[in-house]
């Protein structure tokens, strides 16, 4: 909870890629409160008023989680609304405000979204910003477990980091202006 807020006050594409994170390791924990009290929880070092709303945080994600019908897979309805967000703003950068530099940035990624999109199986059923954070979440997955990751895999994580980062941050720039 702690690191989610501040992740979303900074970084739209880091707080998606966060939370999808504890949407698996909440499943990991088989959405038990009790587990994720001790595995979770009790490892920050808060006052009781922290923990608690730490524990009804955690606790309301399992709900949410529940209803949705996402304690196998998938995301939150509240995830998939950032993740859109962000969509909708690459579509923006790209055809309305055709913003140059964002342009570049794409370019230089899009070779390696259409390699992973023939690799996925995916088709067109998913947004080239849903891939690439796909793809990001990987490669956290894989550096979590220490696996070696190829260089060409590298080179195309760094297109699409430097895509999402661009939206991230232009993102929070509009978002500190309201």
């Known amino acids: 909870m702690l690191i989610a807020r501040e992740k979303k006050q900074n970084n739209l594409a880091e707080y ?35 923990a608690r709303e730490m524990y009804d945080w955690y606790d309301n994600l399992i709900e949410m989680m529940k209803k949705e019908r996402v304690e196998q897979k998938g995301h939150l309805q509240v995830i998939k609304n950032n993740v859109e967000e962000l969509e909708e703003l690459h579509y923006f950068l790209l055809h309305k405000a055709n913003d140059m530099r964002y342009r570049q940035i794409v370019t230089m990624a899009v070779g390696n979204l ?19 954070l796909n793809a990001l979440y990987g490669q956290l997955m894989l550096r ?4 070696e990751i190829h260089p060409q895999t590298v080179q195309a994580m760094e297109s699409f980091s430097k895509m999402i980062g661009y939206l991230a941050a232009y993102y929070h720039e509009e978002e500190t202006k309201k």
């Open 144 to 147: 979590l477990q220490k696996k």
């Open 114 to 132: 259409t390699d992973l999109r023939a690799k996925s199986g995916q088709g067109n059923d998913i947004s080239d910003v849903e891939l690439a």
């Open 16 to 50: 998606i890629l966060y939370m999808w994170q504890l949407e698996d390791i909440l499943r990991a924990l088989n959405l038990d409160m009790q587990k994720v009290k001790e595995a979770v929880i009790d490892k920050f070092q808060v006052d009781e008023a922290t």
